[in-house]
């Protein structure tokens, strides 16, 4: 406002000299108590302007002086405000670095020298006894935030994390339950009860709270349809193992509410595919399959549609398993099955021009390295087969084979498994494998190999393609008579016996031993 003034008066004595520079500098008197002052109208403005100026500048003099004690009370105030966020700051350091003690004092000057934020005071005095130790009074400061609204979340959530501290997950519970159902957005509080309900493998309460969170829009849709399809498989993996029949359809139906939410999900995949096939519905459950392998190849998807049909001959199953692969040929998983079918079907020479296509891995998993001795086997390669095995016994688990237990059955998990599964799939989109983590047994990586040189190349290889025409469709995947049984390839077949005529033995006496014993599967 002043330096407006200060304008305007000199903006009109600017005028005011022009004014008398022009000669028509006017004339003025005044008489005022029997004084008699005569002037130029220029001078008698020029005065009258600086008496205006003088004025104005005597009146904010006393309005200063005035206001002098209410400007200095704003400024020790002000002052007390800064020395007041200065020390929550200080204190909510404190408390990050675990130093209790230093953040109750600061939490105490901060509550001494100021009133406008009681409620980061508050949060500070029960942040820092939980820091110190102190859960009594913390308890008391986060009960005491129950009392205003605008703090009421903060103290429960207080009070959950404390219950939690102290092991009593029921009043953790009940707390989470009593935000979530005072705010329509409290992640925390959901999370909490998604965590409970998971954690008991109450998998229907979860699906609820699903529903909820995505309704109240707590989580993204894109969450909350993978945690489904996730909860609807671990659903039918419960009472996948009943002998009610109305179990089993339940079962049936919630794996297949799993794929139609998420139609690449191995887990629901399979589980909706095992239950078609035992319903009679091999056809809908190769679809189903197929479709996942499009999207998301995976061992236990090719070994479930390999196990729909059971009375097909080793080249039908292969030519089937090799359609399969097909559907998403640049896949690892596909060319692993590109492999795998030559193998069932036979064809030695098949299987080592598909070996040759799989992708460069500088250090190959066990399951590579024994599908590398089954190709070098049936090729006739005994050496490089053994060679293979050798690196498969130090090489790496895959974590998708991991799936597999030890009697071919996958996705055999436990609540906690499934559990983890649900949380993990919903957050990422990934499958854990919990098998893996724990470096339990899996379905058998590498073959067993004969401990000698018994017979020939020739008759070696032989004896594996024709154990493989023979047994294929029936044989547990990767333990394949010529490899599992020694004496096969020590003694040589009968002249009566079908099949190709047997190579001559190799002198029993030159035989060199590579162990005492033939290989345990690994």
Same mark, same amino acid.
């Not at 109208?41 to 600086?50: G, S």
């Not at 000698?452 to 154990?467: D, G």
């Given at each position: 406002?002043?330096?407006?003034?200060?304008?305007?008066?000199?903006?009109?004595?600017?005028?005011?000299?022009?004014?008398?520079?022009?000669?028509?500098?006017?004339?003025?008197?005044?008489?005022?108590?029997?004084?008699?002052?005569?002037?130029?109208?220029?001078?008698?403005?020029?005065l009258?302007?600086?008496?205006?100026l003088?004025?104005a500048?005597?009146?904010?003099?006393?309005?200063?002086?005035?206001?002098?004690?209410?400007?200095?009370?704003?400024?020790?105030?002000?002052?007390?405000?800064?020395?007041?966020?200065?020390?929550?700051?200080?204190?909510?350091?404190?408390?990050? =670095?675990?130093d209790?003690?230093?953040?109750?004092?600061?939490?105490?000057?901060?509550?001494?020298?100021?009133?406008?934020?009681?409620?980061?005071?508050?949060?500070?005095?029960?942040?820092?006894a939980?820091?110190?130790?102190?859960?009594?009074?913390?308890?008391?400061?986060?009960?005491? /935030?129950?009392?205003?609204?605008?703090?009421?979340?903060?103290?429960?959530?207080?009070?959950?994390?404390?219950?939690? %501290?102290?092991?009593?997950?029921?009043? =953790?519970?009940?707390?989470?339950?009593?935000?979530?159902?005072?705010?329509?957005?409290?992640?925390? =509080?959901?999370?909490?009860?998604?965590?409970?309900?998971?954690?008991?493998?109450?998998?229907?309460?979860?699906?609820?709270?699903?529903q909820?969170?995505?309704?109240?829009?707590?989580v993204?849709?894109?969450?909350a349809?993978?945690?489904?399809?996730?909860?609807?498989?671990?659903?039918?993996?419960?009472?996948?193992?009943?002998?009610?029949?109305?179990?089993?359809?339940? %079962?049936?139906?919630?794996?297949?509410?799993?794929?139609?939410?998420?139609?690449?999900?191995?887990?629901?995949?399979?589980?909706?595919?095992?239950?078609?096939?035992a319903?009679?519905?091999?056809?809908?459950?190769?679809?189903?399959?197929?479709?996942?392998?499009?999207?998301?190849?995976?061992?236990?998807?090719?070994l479930? *549609?390999?196990?729909?049909?059971?009375?097909?001959?080793?080249?039908?199953?292969?030519?089937?398993?090799?359609?399969?692969?097909?559907?998403?040929?640049?896949?690892?998983?596909?060319?692993?099955?590109?492999?795998?079918?030559?193998?069932?079907?036979? !064809?030695?020479?098949?299987?080592?021009?598909?070996?040759?296509?799989?992708?460069?891995?500088?250090?190959?998993?066990?399951?590579?390295?024994?599908? /590398?001795?089954?190709?070098?086997?049936?090729?006739?390669?005994?050496?490089?087969?053994?060679?293979?095995?050798?690196?498969?016994?130090?090489?790496?688990?895959?974590? !998708?084979?991991s799936?597999?237990?030890?009697?071919?059955q996958?996705?055999?998990?436990?609540?906690e498994?499934?559990?983890?599964? =649900?949380?993990? *799939?919903?957050?990422?989109?990934?499958?854990?494998?919990?098998?893996?983590?724990?470096?339990?047994?899996?379905?058998?990586?590498?073959?067993?190999?004969?401990s000698? *040189?018994?017979?020939?190349?020739?008759?070696?290889?032989?004896?594996?393609?024709?154990?493989?025409?023979?047994?294929?469709?029936?044989?547990?995947?990767?333990?394949?008579?010529?490899?599992?049984?020694?004496?096969?390839?020590?003694?040589?077949?009968?002249?009566?016996?079908?099949?190709?005529?047997?190579?001559?033995?190799?002198?029993?006496?030159?035989?060199?031993r590579?162990?005492?014993?033939?290989?345990?599967?690994?």
């Amino acid at each position: 406002m002043i330096r407006a003034l200060l304008a305007l008066v000199l903006i009109a004595i600017i005028a005011v000299i022009v004014v008398s520079l022009t000669g028509e500098p006017g004339a003025a008197s005044l008489e005022w108590l029997g004084w008699r002052v005569e002037m130029t109208a220029a001078a008698a403005a020029l005065l009258t302007l600086l008496l205006a100026l003088a004025a104005a500048a005597l009146w904010r003099g006393l309005l200063w002086i005035i206001e002098a004690p209410r400007r200095a009370a704003r400024a020790r105030a002000e002052a007390r405000r800064k020395q007041a966020t200065e020390a929550l700051s200080r204190g909510f350091l404190a408390v990050a =670095a675990g130093d209790g003690s230093e953040a109750r004092r600061l939490a105490q000057k901060a509550a001494d020298l100021t009133d406008d934020a009681p409620g980061l005071v508050r949060v500070l005095a029960a942040q820092a006894a939980e820091a110190a130790g102190d859960t009594v009074a913390a308890r008391q400061a986060w009960n005491a /935030m129950l009392g205003f609204p605008e703090m009421r979340l903060a103290g429960l959530r207080g009070l959950m994390q404390l219950a939690l %501290a102290e092991g009593d997950r029921q009043l =953790a519970l009940r707390h989470a339950e009593t935000a979530y159902g005072l705010a329509r957005s409290a992640l925390w =509080a959901w999370r909490a009860l998604l965590e409970a309900r998971l954690e008991a493998g109450d998998w229907a309460a979860a699906l609820q709270l699903v529903q909820g969170g995505q309704e109240r829009k707590i989580v993204s849709p894109l969450v909350a349809e993978r945690a489904r399809a996730a909860l609807l498989a671990a659903s039918a993996a419960n009472l996948e193992d009943s002998d009610d029949p109305k179990a089993l359809d339940q %079962a049936l139906d919630f794996a297949l509410q799993s794929v139609k939410l998420k139609p690449d999900f191995a887990p629901g995949v399979v589980m909706a595919a095992r239950l078609l096939a035992a319903d009679g519905k091999a056809a809908k459950a190769g679809t189903l399959i197929e479709a996942a392998w499009k999207g998301a190849p995976h061992p236990a998807l090719w070994l479930a *549609y390999r196990d729909l049909k059971t009375s097909e001959t080793p080249k039908a199953r292969a030519a089937r398993l090799s359609a399969l692969a097909q559907l998403k040929p640049e896949a690892r998983e596909s060319r692993l099955l590109k492999v795998e079918s030559a193998l069932i079907a036979g !064809d030695a020479v098949a299987a080592r021009a598909a070996a040759r296509l799989l992708p460069e891995e500088a250090a190959p998993t066990a399951r590579l390295a024994g599908l /590398m001795a089954r190709v070098a086997f049936a090729c006739g390669e005994p050496d490089e087969a053994r060679a293979w095995v050798a690196r498969g016994v130090a090489a790496p688990q895959e974590p !998708d084979w991991s799936d597999l237990d030890p009697e071919g059955q996958a996705f055999a998990y436990g609540r906690e498994d499934w559990a983890r599964l =649900a949380a993990s *799939y919903a957050e990422t989109g990934e499958l854990i494998h919990p098998r893996f983590e724990r470096r339990e047994r899996t379905m058998s990586d590498l073959p067993q190999l004969p401990s000698a *040189y018994a017979q020939s190349t020739l008759a070696e290889s032989t004896a594996f393609v024709h154990a493989a025409e023979t047994g294929g469709a029936l044989i547990p995947f990767l333990d394949h008579p010529a490899l599992d049984d020694p004496g096969e390839l020590d003694d040589p077949p009968s002249p009566d016996a079908p099949g190709p005529a047997p190579a001559p033995r190799r002198n029993t006496s030159a035989r060199r031993r590579l162990a005492s014993g033939s290989r345990p599967a690994k």
